[in-house]
């Protein structure tokens, strides 16, 4: 295509997706399609996991293969499709937001892309040679008699979380040193405060899971002894590693949801948000404290039962930023003039289904409540609700909020509300039963099980079903739209911040000349402000 | 335009804001994430050392041969700031001669390096020998592994001092440079510290 068609803001050619290209617009469409690819895999596994699981009975596949499933499903919903898709609605939005044309190392930001789909693809083939079968944490010492694919799994995740890493520099280089003249870091938009926070948090604890599986790689492959008890190694010590890094990680797949979620609601309540700078300070709280309770994973390993408490006290503590930001988004709707379009939906279902995560992770951070439910199903139903009900659901708020301005179209809004409902009942369905069949005593990552928890579990595969079901009209609507959906202009949703300023999709420099900033992101209802966007 | 040629694209020139560089932010956020790497190895070799100890093996290591390494680090570490000072002059010479000097250096460091590693296995003590050897090895190979890369790196800039490439006001490939190896250094005095002191 042409310079001057491309300049032009016109839909650019799909061939530049496929190669090395260094515009953070094409690297954040490039991660948001391969991890929704992704996606659909790791649902895929979820689907054969819940055909299992209909009833009783090891039917569909035996113990070792359900191990398998289980490890890959999770493994490739949290490394190849939530944390990598956070990074890429960061690329494409974080440097629009603030008023730049480009991330701070562009090179870097395409390494980061490109580390992906090796990675993924090398995850996939260990399917064929033994895949990885220890769960997603990869406990000893199963992870080590494991078949080759566990290897394969580890040299995957190291990867990306390299990839991860190198995101993280590039996010918050850009942020503290590209802001647009006069924003200052209490004029940021909430999105950018999340990925700020995310990012400090990716820098500290992903390289110790790069150690870690460093360790574990080492031991499979040259035979050094970190967790081979006979010699003196320690599984233990392989928890504290892993867990340092995986608790932080749930935190880096809520905090850029959450600060979408920030983006979504004044839009379509037409109001300020309610409590900015408490929003971004409560973000960095989070991702502070976040650091510092890993071992609340570890209540039942036999740790020193002193030592559980103040993480036990720790992990609650987190709930007050976290109520926070969830009463200030109540606020911010209340009396708003709320337009109930999809991403609004999904950001609402967002407070809804997160608001019973975040609850049943209090629950759990009480050291009583959790030597009885660690490793049942409670846990399983709280984390889904959590990832699913919240991240997923901002995803989703995130993809049709930004769908006018990536592609320049505007999607279909009955189907979006269509996906939106299916979604919703879809996904309350599958996971409400499974805290019964915890609090009942179901165990975790068991292809067979007792007989009453049948109900619960066939309750959840129906669910799961309709869930499965429920991408179909979004990726019908994504590809249908995206190809002859009507034109969006600038700003469809009216909306205050810096990337509605300029075309959708924005010219390949972003913005013709530098923004000025005359108001705030969230300066709704202001009638000066009104009269300036009236003609967008 | 504000185009630099690295790529950077900030044509509003609004990387001025908190008066920091990008290149050298950058370098220290990726430092911070290898202070966590090491600090995971660091943290599997001090908790072997406590809960499943082997003194035999700990006595063969050999202070004064690393000790004598140490020196040659620290030392490399000084003439890259030699170096870093003499483009700050403007003097390309120099910076190549403190370049090359800082090779030699790391150069003589990882000999002293993989020679204590050849007696040490030649006494027994191996990666897969013990939990003591697996993780002394995997630590000091992974700081050795980091030293190496930086002499490459040492190497590519030097070549670029020899093309003119630096000047008393374009500096920043040496001085971010210079950080990656100080970084080491800083690394190697903990990891000597710990394991050959304590």
């Given at each position: ?5 491309e ?84 690329n ?38 033994g ?8 406990y ?24 991860s ?28 405060w ?21 360790l ?13 008890v006979q ?14 890094y ?24 037409r109001?300020?948000?309610?409590g900015?700078k ?10 502070i ?16 039962p ?65 030597l ?11 984390l ?10 901002a ?25 939106f ?9 599958t ?72 075309t959708?999709p ?6 013709d ?9 969230y ?9 300036e966007?009236?003609?967008? | 335009?504000?185009?630099?040629a ?9 990387g ?32 072997y050392?406590?809960?499943?100890p ?79 050897g ?9 700081h ?13 800039v ?5 093309r ?35």
């Amino acid at each position: 295509m042409s310079v001057q068609a491309e300049a032009m803001g016109q839909k650019p050619t799909w061939r530049k997706y496929l190669s090395w290209n260094t515009d953070h617009k094409v690297i954040g469409v490039q991660y948001i399609v391969t991890t929704f690819l992704f996606f659909v895999i790791g649902g895929a596994l979820a689907m054969v996991i819940r055909a299992e699981l209909a009833q009783p009975g090891s039917d569909i596949v035996n113990g070792v293969e359900y191990n398998r499933l289980l490890t890959n499903h999770g493994s490739v919903m949290i490394f190849l499709w939530i944390i990598p898709i956070m990074a890429g609605f960061a690329n494409y939005v974080l440097p629009l937001m603030i008023g730049a044309q480009d991330m701070a190392f562009p090179n870097l930001n395409a390494l980061s892309f490109w580390l992906i789909p090796p990675a993924g693809i090398i995850m996939m083939t260990s399917f064929f040679v033994g895949a990885a079968e220890s769960g997603w944490t990869t406990y000893v010492p199963l992870s080590l008699t494991a078949p080759f694919g566990q290897t394969l799994w580890a040299v995957s995740v190291l990867l990306l979380g390299m990839s991860s890493i190198i995101g993280a520099v590039n996010f918050v280089t850009t942020t503290l040193t590209m802001r647009t003249k006069g924003m200052g870091f209490w004029d940021m938009p909430l999105f950018v405060w999340s990925m700020l926070a995310t990012s400090l948090m990716i820098l500290i604890a992903t390289p110790m899971l790069t150690a870690g599986l460093v360790l574990i790689a080492m031991d499979r492959v040259v035979g050094t002894l970190f967790f081979v008890v006979q010699a003196g190694g320690d599984p233990i010590f392989w928890q504290n590693i892993f867990w340092f890094y995986s608790h932080p990680a749930v935190y880096i797949m809520i905090l850029p949801a959450m600060g979408i979620i920030s983006e979504v609601i004044p839009v379509f309540s037409r109001k300020p948000i309610f409590g900015y700078k408490a929003i971004a300070i409560s973000s960095m709280a989070i991702s502070i404290l976040g650091l510092l309770v890993w071992a609340h994973h570890m209540f039942t390993s036999g740790m020193n039962p002193a030592l559980r408490v103040p993480y036990m006290i720790t992990s609650m503590i987190i709930a007050v930023p976290t109520g926070i930001k969830i009463f200030s988004w109540l606020a911010t709707m209340w009396d708003g003039k709320l337009e109930l379009k999809t991403p609004m939906l999904f950001a609402i279902g967002f407070l809804a289904m997160f608001l019973i995560g975040g609850l049943t992770g209090i629950f759990l951070a009480a050291i009583p409540i959790d030597l009885h439910v660690h490793d049942t199903y409670f846990v399983v139903a709280h984390l889904h609700y959590v990832l699913f009900g919240g991240s997923v659901s901002a995803v989703y708020a995130g993809l049709y909020y930004w769908f006018p301005k990536i592609t320049g179209r505007k999607y279909n809004e009955p189907l979006g509300k269509a996906h939106f409902w299916m979604n919703f009942i879809g996904a309350n369905l599958t996971y409400l039963p499974l805290f019964l069949a915890g609090l009942l005593g179901m165990p975790r990552r068991v292809a067979d099980y007792s007989p009453e928890f049948a109900t619960a579990n066939m309750l959840a595969t129906i669910g799961a079903i309709i869930l499965g079901a429920s991408t179909l009209p979004f990726l019908y609507n994504a590809i249908v739209s995206w190809a002859r959906g009507p034109k969006a202009g600038d700003n469809p949703w009216r909306a205050l911040t810096l990337e509605w300023t300029t075309t959708s999709p924005p010219p390949e420099n972003n913005f013709d000349s530098p923004p000025v900033l005359t108001h705030g992101p969230y300066d709704y209802g202001d009638p000066i402000v009104q009269l300036e966007n009236q003609t967008s | 335009m504000g185009t630099h040629a690295t790529g950077y694209k900030d044509p509003f020139n609004s990387g001025k804001a908190l008066g920091l560089n990008h290149t050298k932010l950058g370098m220290w956020l990726f430092l911070a994430s290898e202070v966590m790497f090491f600090g995971g190895l660091l943290s599997a070799f001090l908790h072997y050392r406590v809960s499943a100890p082997a003194p035999v093996e700990d006595a063969l290591l050999d202070i004064t041969l690393v000790g004598i390494n140490t020196f040659i680090l620290l030392t490399s570490s000084f003439t890259v700031v030699l170096g870093f000072g003499s483009i700050q002059a403007g003097n390309v010479k120099r910076l190549g001669f403190f370049l090359g000097a800082t090779i030699v250096l790391g150069v003589l460091f990882l000999s002293g390096q993989v020679y204590e590693f050849y007696s040490l296995t030649q006494e027994g003590l191996t990666l897969t020998s013990s939990v003591f050897g697996s993780s002394f090895y995997t630590l000091t190979g992974f700081h050795g592994l980091h030293v190496f890369v930086g002499i490459l790196w040492a190497s590519y800039v030097l070549l670029g001092a020899l093309r003119g490439k630096y000047s008393s006001e374009s500096t920043i490939g040496v001085e971010v440079f210079g950080l990656y190896w100080h970084f080491v250094d800083i690394v190697w005095i903990v990891l000597f510290t710990l394991i050959y002191l304590i």
